[in-house]
């Protein structure tokens, strides 16, 4: 019957087009190749290729297991690693997505304690906003995601942990034109005739900036980073004006090279825990949730 080495070697075989060329790539000679083909196509009873002096092209039998059997194949890569995850196994490499937020705040209070805790872990960290978070955890390319995630109902698959949430607040340089009259408060619409520098802004928060602007976001003119001590500098240095959580500007607000702007109603930021259900059990992967959380709570 079909396994999953023979999803592989169709589907090197389709991309290359030809036993020859596939069969160094699979570790194999071609006739042996060959043969383990021609005698899967027995058992299935259908042809997976049709062969020709152009080469070799997969009939729809064999598109469909190609198709199908990548989505398989990551499906078995992931449930590998969480039975690894579950046996309480130190594995060389704990995956972690996180928001620009956490990133800026709250991994570098963390992650020194925790590499003294575990230094045989290595850590593959990326940084990108909700979304791709997480299309990144059901791929299985991450182990945990943290961030603003939004309809956080929806995710009944997967263990989630609310972390709490921070005013998003804007601030601009203290000579910002903004300042040139003197007002105890602004109005959004004052706020948006400069670009902004923000990251990519969390569903949740969009809506509010489209519900206060009445009007799409327009993109092209805002300068858009997922790297928050970037956005900040050219915020000190322009007439941008940076969005965010205010935990992130409490340094640059207390020595004055950053100022708040005065708005009545302010958005929320809200973080949350993602990962899947198999993870919680594993020692690691609790510890780094544990010091995440206590990190958060001391904000």
């Keep these: 019957m079909l396994d999953i080495s023979d999803i592989n070697r169709i589907r090197i075989v389709t991309e290359e087009g030809s036993f020859n060329k596939a069969a160094p790539k699979l570790f194999m000679s071609q006739p042996a190749l060959t043969k383990r083909i021609a005698r899967l196509e027995d058992i299935l009873g259908m042809k997976l290729f049709h062969r020709s002096n152009k080469g070799i092209i997969p009939t729809a039998f064999g598109k ?90 929806h995710y009944t698959d997967y263990h989630v942990e609310r972390l709490g949430r921070q005013k998003v607040i804007f601030v601009v340089r203290p000579e910002h034109p903004l300042f040139a009259h003197s007002e105890s408060s602004f109005n959004l619409s004052e706020v948006f005739e400069y670009p902004l520098a923000i990251p990519d802004i969390p569903p949740a928060i969009e809506e509010w900036f489209v519900s206060q602007r009445q009007a799409p976001l327009n993109k092209g003119t805002y300068f858009l980073s997922e790297n928050y001590r970037l956005l900040i500098t050219v915020a000190k240095s322009t007439n941008h004006v940076i969005a965010g959580p205010d935990i992130l500007f409490s340094e640059d607000l207390k020595c004055g090279q950053l100022r708040i702007i005065p708005l009545k109603k302010l958005p929320l930021w809200e973080a949350y825990i993602i990962m899947r259900p198999e993870a919680i059990h594993t020692p690691i992967v609790q510890s780094l949730s544990c010091k995440i959380k206590e990190s958060f709570a001391m904000i």
Excluded at 67 to 91: C, F, N, P, V, Y
Excluded at 109 to 122: T, V
């Design 64 to 153: 469909k297991i190609v198709a199908d059997g990548t989505i398989i194949s990551q499906q078995m890569d992931i449930l590998e690693r969480e039975l690894t995850l579950m046996a309480g196994k130190e594995l060389g490499m704990l995956r972690l997505g996180v928001g620009p937020v956490i990133e800026e705040e709250i991994l570098p209070k963390i992650l020194g304690d925790f590499l003294k805790a575990y230094p045989h872990i290595g850590f593959d960290i990326k940084v990108d906003n909700a979304n791709n978070l997480m299309r990144f955890l059901e791929a299985g390319e991450i182990d945990i995601a943290v961030g603003a995630f939004s309809n956080i109902q």
